[in-house]
């Protein structure tokens, strides 16, 4: 039979129009599909969906993209420069004879973002026309490039250290460690080096490293401003929840616009294929008896309850081990909550905490080590917190209320509208609210009874900004005994974000971000086999699920170590009890952070940045560089160099960026890369966020982000960062 061709069905759009089923429907499958989705694609497009004529055979596609994926994803640096600099060569060979006339170096030079005197263009091109016949083929070509590629500012630094010979013997590379900042390294650690990062065999057997051997570990992730020991799990786990910043998103369940935009289980596998660790289900009542998710009194699309559930089951720990929060904002009636219990109870198995474990301390919540591979209900406990009108008041409605933030007539709907007994809680969903009961926050003072750190308060960033303000030392008090969760205001109709460094700051555990997704990102691939209902399998690779702009990015930066787990530890002044912390009094300047403090060699270049008007072939991006920190609001601050013009290639600045920093233990350091203009606002080229406790010291790449946060392969910056404390 066809598929029913349901909006709800989370795989109608693949199996509409062939011999198979859908989920809406749950009609057998009989064929199988895998999608996928590229890098380029554009916002809001839906994957490439695509029928085999057998499960094996579809299964045999997606093992070979997804090999594809993790080969180029390994490309070392040198590797994608290579493939960087032969896609443009071929592209500026027009007739395609493999030989390169001036006039097409001339456009390879334009396509690469730099714009030289012809004459010392043409200079260079003769110096390299060995066959003197006015074409450049074979050797000559590769000579042009490496001419072309020369590092200036990196062949001044590793003269410091290699002397005459021009090549670093073991000891001499560990000098340059040392000034690096590079505790604890050895000659075993520097021979190790140069057995990994250079390319000469020759000088390999010697132990000697020459300058592009310099080059490759400079610009491999050992050379990178992020600390590689930190994008591993290096945390202590075993604390708990409430120690943690969780990687959280709203209205997860949305690919688009909150007002008209698809629902659909993707958004979710996308979220956790990101370590995304706290995802909202948006629960109303559905035909059929069965629940459906999606915005209430929206136009958005429909997805069943019970398959979001099972995406949860086969993909909430692909990417991380650490526990997932299921934050339930319930419209449902008795008896469709009762049909969510069943699903969660029956998909999720053991994954589901149904009870308090056993060993764990009454006083506070398990940590994330003790919950690997399980999965927590956030909602309503019974009994609840009563409202005055003698019934529960869900976690999100008393924010609506009073910040009358609701989205459309849901403002203004009398509780019979939105659904049978909609205020009332099932006892069946009230017992699976464990370690996560949703409260209204009453007082950021400690009651005088026994510690509830079950209890979780949501609020709008509106009252959160309030409660910051007025009291905040309390509520970072608050925040290390309790979870407390943190949506954007219900005007934001076009899911924009708000900043989540303002409420990390006070210890928020959960600012969640609007779900809305990049349109690129790696590519995703998932096999749809034929299987028994609820038993469809497949894998998920990463794309990134939430609106991009700065805040996201932030996001992203504060997530970007830890092994990417979706948990990241709390400084010590957010954990402690009796804390004296306030973000709005941190105290004298203790940190001063320092971009190219050296006066030789004048290090703050950029490499191979993008073409940003491709429709123009002159065009030349003019780049500046700014620096900006983000943290308590007296270290908010922002600098940024001059601009260079028309070189995005191999651009140079001699400027030096400080910054006095109070609380550089909660501080996010952003560098962006933009393309100046006189007469409208600056383009946006690329950048990158991470942590300033991440930050390594001494010479430094840093491997540019596009807006989306896809790689900007090859394009980076060069800086000498310093940090001195107090």
Request: hydrophobic share 40%; aromatic share 6%.
């Given at each position: 039979m066809p598929c029913c061709?349901?909006?709800?069905c989370a795989r109608s759009a693949r199996t509409r129009g062939r011999r198979s089923g859908c989920t809406g429907c749950r009609r057998t499958a009989s064929a199988c599909g895998f999608s996928g989705a590229s890098r380029m694609r554009p916002q809001g497009t839906s994957n490439l969906d695509l029928v085999a004529r057998s499960a094996e055979e579809a299964q045999h596609w997606a093992r070979g993209l997804d090999k594809l994926?993790?080969?180029?994803?390994?490309?070392s640096q040198w590797e994608r420069l290579d493939h960087w600099i032969h896609f443009y060569l071929h592209r500026a060979d027009s007739n395609q004879d493999s030989k390169m006339s001036f006039k097409e170096i001339k456009s390879l030079l334009c396509?690469?973002?730099?714009?030289?005197?012809?004459m010392y263009a043409y200079r260079l091109f003769k110096a390299c026309d060995q066959s003197n016949d006015e074409r450049l083929e074979g050797g000559e070509i590769e000579e042009f490039v490496r001419q072309l590629l020369k590092r200036p500012e990196l062949e001044e630094l590793f003269c410091q250290f290699s002397g005459e010979d021009r090549v670093l013997s073991t000891s001499e590379l560990l000098e340059f460690l040392k000034a690096q900042g590079e505790t604890g390294a050895t000659l075993a650690h520097a021979r190790q080096l140069i057995q990994t990062y250079e390319l000469h065999e020759t000088a390999k057997r010697h132990e000697l490293m020459t300058l592009d051997g310099f080059m490759m570990y400079l610009l491999s992730p050992e050379g990178a401003a992020l600390d590689p020991a930190h994008a591993l799990v290096f945390q202590d786990m075993g604390q708990p929840l409430t120690h943690y910043f969780i990687s959280s998103s709203h209205n997860t369940y949305l690919t688009d616009s909150q007002i008209g935009g698809l629902s659909s289980t993707e958004a979710y596998i996308r979220a956790f294929s990101q370590g995304c660790r706290c995802v909202e289900l948006d629960c109303w009542e559905g035909p059929g008896g069965e629940p459906v998710i999606y915005h209430g009194h929206t136009l958005t699309s429909k997805i069943l309850f019970r398959d979001v559930v099972q995406a949860v089951h086969d993909h909430a720990f692909e990417r991380s081990p650490y526990p997932v929060i299921l934050s339930l904002e319930n419209h449902c009636g008795l008896e469709q909550q009762a049909v969510m219990a069943h699903h969660l109870r029956t998909i999720l198995g053991d994954q589901l905490v149904t009870e308090v474990l056993g060993t764990q301390d009454p006083q506070e919540l398990p940590s994330p080590e003790h919950l690997k591979g399980r999965v927590l209900v956030k909602g309503k406990k019974l009994p609840g917190s009563w409202g005055e009108d003698s019934r529960p008041v869900s976690d999100r409605e008393e924010e609506e209320e009073e910040d009358g933030e609701a989205v459309g007539p849901a403002q203004h709907r009398a509780p019979s509208q939105a659904g049978p007994q909609a205020g009332q809680i099932s006892p069946e969903l009230s017992a699976l609210a464990?370690?996560?009961?949703a409260t209204r926050l009453q007082t950021l003072q400690p009651g005088p009874g026994p510690a509830q750190p079950c209890q979780v308060s949501s609020l709008s960033e509106r009252k959160a900004r309030k409660l910051l303000r007025e009291a905040g030392n309390s509520f970072v008090r608050h925040n290390t005994r309790q979870l407390t969760r943190v949506y954007p205001l219900g005007l934001r109709v076009n899911s924009a974000n708000y900043s989540p460094q303002e409420m990390w700051n006070v210890g928020c555990q959960l600012g969640v971000l609007w779900a809305s997704p990049a349109g690129s990102g790696a590519a995703i691939l998932r096999a749809f086999c034929s299987a028994p209902?609820?038993?469809?399998?497949?894998?998920?690779?990463?794309?990134?699920?939430?609106?991009p702009g700065y805040e996201m990015d932030l996001n992203t930066g504060r997530f970007l170590v830890n092994g990417r787990c979706g948990y990241v530890l709390k400084p010590l002044c957010l954990r402690q009890p009796d804390t004296a912390f306030d973000p709005g009094r941190p105290g004298p300047p203790n940190t001063t952070l320092t971009i190219q403090p050296c006066p030789s060699p004048q290090v703050l270049s950029a490499q191979q940045l993008p073409k940003l008007n491709t429709e123009k072939p002159g065009s030349i991006v003019d780049p500046l560089v700014r620096v900006e920190i983000h943290g308590v609001p007296e270290d908010c601050a922002q600098q940024e160099t001059s601009h260079v013009l028309n070189n995005g290639f191999n651009p140079r600045w001699g400027q030096t960026l400080q910054f006095l920093l109070r609380a550089p233990e909660l501080a996010l350091v952003r560098f962006v890369v933009e393309d100046y203009d006189t007469a409208s606002p600056n383009d946006f080229v690329g950048q990158f966020t991470l942590p300033l406790s991440s930050l390594k010291q001494g010479y430094r790449h840093i491997h540019l982000l596009a807006k989306d946060g896809a790689p900007l392969s090859p394009a980076t910056l060069f800086i000498h960062v310093c940090a001195q404390h107090s």
């Open positions: 061709g349901a909006r709800s994926r993790v080969r180029l994803e390994a490309m396509m690469v973002n730099v714009d030289v005197n012809d464990v370690y996560c009961c209902e609820g038993q469809q399998g497949g894998g998920a690779v990463a794309l990134n699920f939430q609106t």
